[in-house]
């Protein structure tokens, strides 16, 4: 998604990791069949070359990196933190890396930061820059997934706003917060706000199919009387758990989260 973007704006770069093919398929539809077709547009016109492995980074050392990913499981954060091992061996010296996905707060700071100070011999704040921008794409199509607002946080005074001036060259609205782990769990919030009420939607999806009412009826005459978030409980892959499976992980014996527990097991039988 962001070599798409970024590639659109005329920013040549390189795409490292394991991609399908990149052309539409017959069986995807809005955003992500947007931007496989994008993406091999890009490739064929030279601003976007992929890439199997880090290692190929080598020769021409990037001084701006973007890590992408979600640390949802100890798989994620094995691959995580084997691509971070590999990159710090050539990372130079004034690089700006900034992570991007979903984490559980206080990840960036503590984790990620050590990983990268561990395996590049380079101070965070001192000797390059680290940043975070929680960035979660549902499937919608590009144009409405730019002009959605975006955050950015980071370590230093002055990771925050070399990372905003990085984005905005493809997103129109970026502010910055000091407040790296608050931006962290702000990146969950919309999610899990929306897999609970899609566990809600089905529900009533339920409610209305045992008393022989058609829920789409139902459903317009709410929006009528001013409920606007309810809708078709649809889904995008496996993209709706991300954030819920972070929170319920992440809290371990500090907290129940009894409702995004519930609504996973809702949503998964849905």
Known sequence: MLSTLFAEVGQPN??????DEAKSKGTETGGLSEARWLLGVHQKAGTTTLLSNVEELSMSPPSIVILTGHAVSQRELGELERTTRALCRFLPHGASLT???????????TILRE????????RIGRDIQLSYVPLFWGGETLQ????KPKLVAGIGAGAPSSAQEIFLSIFPSISTSAKLGAAEAAGLFGPIYRDVLRALEFELASLCEVDDVDYSEALDLCRQSGTDNLGLPHTFVARDAIASSIAISGTGG???MSVVRAARRINEAG
């Open 144 to 147: 409405k997934f730019r002009e």
């Open 99 to 109: 992570f991007t996905g979903l984490c559980r707060p206080n990840f960036t700071g």
């Open 14 to 19: 390189y795409l490292v990791g394991h991609f």
């Open 254 to 256: 500090r907290g129940s």
């Open 115 to 122: 990983m990268i100070e561990k395996h590049s011999g380079h």
